[in-house]
C-alpha cells in the first residue's frame, strides 16, 4: 500500500509541474507603461488574446486533464475511501479547475472560478458569521487610530542586497540546516524581492531594513519555505510538498500569523492586506480596474503603488471582469490558522499544532493528517520554525487567548475608562 501511495503521489507532483498560476496570468511592464501614457484615462488593453499570445500556457490544457483525470480513477481504484485518498482526490479535483480558471483568462468566467477556488468577498468565516468583505471593514476600523509616529521603532540602517543575502542565509541556515535554503541575488526581478518553494530572491540593486530581512525570514523562511521543505521529506505522501488554492489560504494564514507572533508585522503591513479585501470587494462588485486604481490613489497610495495594488486584484481577468481572490487568502487563513490553535488546544489536540508545518496543507485537513500520521504514512515536520518549537509556551499563549475571547471588551473599556482618556 505504502509504495502505491508513493507512486500515485509522484505521479501528482509530476501532473502539476508545468502549471504555473501567477506566471500565466501577470501583466507585463508595457502594459503599465502604456496605462501612464495615456494619462491613467483609459482602461489597460487586456483580454483573452493578451493572455493566449503573451502569457502561452506551458502544457497543452486538454491532455493534462487527462492525465489528472486517469490519476483520479487509479487513486480511487487503488486506495478506496482511506484518508490519503481524499487528500490526494481533493487536489486532483483542484488542479482539474485550475485548468479551466487559465483556460478562462481574460474573460468575466475567470472571476467565478477565482471564487470557488479561493473564496468570495461574500464567504462568511463560518455560518451566520462576517463576510470576508465585513473582516476587511473591521480591520480598516481596528487600524483607524494607530498613525505613524515617534513611538515607532526605528527600521535603522539599509543593507545592500549582498549583505542582506548573508544575513538571511545566515539566519536560515540556523533554522533548515544548510545547504537546504537558497538565498540568492537575481537582477531580473522586478521587486525588490521574490520567494520560491526552496529560494528567496533579491534585486541587486534593492536596499533592505533590518524590519525587511525579518519579515522575509518569517514569513517566507520559516512558513513558505519550510512547509516545502517539510512536504518534500514526506516519504510517502509527497504531494505534501506542492500547493493548491485551498492550502493557499493555511500557508498565508500561517505566514500572518508568524510575522504576529514574532512581532515582525507593522499596521502599515496590515493595511494593505485589508485594502486589499476591499479593493477585491470592490471588484466583486462590478467596480473597473480604473475605479479600483482611482480608489488607492485617493487613498494616500503613489501611483506606483495604486499600480502594482490593482494589477494584483484584476491579473488573469480583465478590467472589467472581476477580480482575482487571491488574496482574501491572508484574512481568512490568519482566522482560521488563529482558531484551529485556539480550538486545538482546548480539546487537548496541542500535538497537532506543529503538523500544521508538515507540508502545503490546509486547515481542514488536519483530521485526516493526524490519522496519516498515526498510521505512519506522515511524519511530523522535520523542521520545525522556532515560534511553535515550544508547545508548552504555545499552548499557555493559547490558553490565555481562549480566556480573552470570553471577556466583554466593552464592558473592560468602561473599566479602564479612566487610563484610556
Not at 340 to 364: E, I, N, T
Request: aromatic share 8%; hydrophobic share 40%.
Amino acid at each position: 500500500m505504502r509504495q502505491q501511495i508513493r507512486a500515485l503521489s509522484d505521479r501528482l507532483v509530476t501532473l502539476q509541474q508545468p502549471i504555473r498560476i501567477l506566471d500565466a496570468i501577470g501583466w507585463g511592464d508595457d502594459v503599465a507603461a502604456a496605462f501612464f501614457e495615456r494619462g491613467q484615462r483609459a482602461q489597460p488593453d487586456i483580454d483573452a488574446d493578451y493572455y493566449r499570445t503573451r502569457k502561452p500556457l506551458r502544457f497543452e490544457p486538454a491532455q493534462q486533464r487527462g492525465g489528472f483525470e486517469t490519476l483520479r480513477s487509479d487513486v480511487s481504484t487503488q486506495l478506496g475511501e482511506s484518508p490519503v485518498a481524499t487528500l490526494l482526490l481533493g487536489r486532483i479535483n483542484e488542479y482539474l479547475r485550475v485548468i479551466d480558471l487559465l483556460e478562462a483568462r481574460g474573460t468575466p468566467e475567470f472571476a467565478t472560478i477565482s471564487a470557488e477556488l479561493y473564496g468570495a468577498p461574500t464567504d462568511e468565516l463560518h455560518p451566520g458569521g462576517p463576510t470576508l468583505a465585513e473582516l476587511g471593514t473591521l480591520m480598516t476600523d481596528s487600524l483607524a487610530n494607530i498613525d505613524s509616529g515617534a513611538w515607532e521603532s526605528p527600521e535603522g540602517n539599509l543593507l545592500d542586497a549582498h549583505t542582506s543575502v548573508d544575513i538571511l542565509k545566515a539566519r536560515l541556515e540556523g533554522v533548515c540546516g544548510t545547504e537546504q535554503v537558497r538565498v540568492m541575488i537575481d537582477d531580473g526581478i522586478v521587486a525588490d524581492a521574490a520567494a520560491g518553494g526552496d529560494y528567496i530572491k533579491l534585486r541587486a540593486d534593492a536596499q533592505f531594513s533590518e524590519r525587511d530581512l525579518r519579515i522575509l525570514e518569517v514569513h517566507e523562511g520559516w512558513v513558505h519555505v519550510v512547509t516545502t521543505l517539510n512536504g518534500r521529506s514526506q516519504p510517502w505522501c509527497t504531494f505534501l510538498g506542492k500547493g493548491t488554492p485551498s492550502t493557499t489560504a493555511t500557508q498565508e494564514g500561517l505566514a500572518v500569523f508568524t510575522e504576529i507572533t514574532t512581532l515582525s508585522s507593522t499596521p502599515d503591513r496590515l493595511r494593505k492586506v485589508t485594502r486589499r479585501v476591499t479593493a477585491i470587494a470592490m471588484a466583486y462588485d462590478g467596480a473597473t480596474f480604473l475605479d479600483v486604481y482611482r480608489w488607492f490613489v485617493g487613498g494616500g497610495m503613489t501611483e506606483s503603488d495604486a499600480w502594482s495594488s490593482s494589477v494584483r486584484v484584476f491579473r488573469g481577468s480583465g478590467p472589467a471582469y472581476g477580480p482575482f481572490t487571491k488574496d482574501l487568502s491572508y484574512s481568512r487563513g490568519f482566522l482560521e490558522v488563529y482558531d484551529f490553535m485556539r480550538l486545538a488546544v482546548r480539546r487537548g489536540h496541542v500535538d497537532r499544532l506543529p503538523l500544521l508545518f508538515g507540508g502545503k496543507l490546509a486547515v481542514r485537513e488536519m483530521g485526516a493528517v493526524a490519522e496519516l500520521v498515526s498510521d505512519g504514512l506522515v511524519i511530523g515536520p522535520p523542521i520545525v520554525p522556532p515560534h511553535v518549537s515550544d508547545l508548552n509556551a504555545l499552548a499557555s499563549w493559547m490558553a490565555y487567548s481562549n480566556l480573552l475571547n470570553r471577556i466583554d471588551l466593552s464592558q473592560m473599556e468602561l473599566h479602564l475608562q479612566s487610563a484610556l482618556e
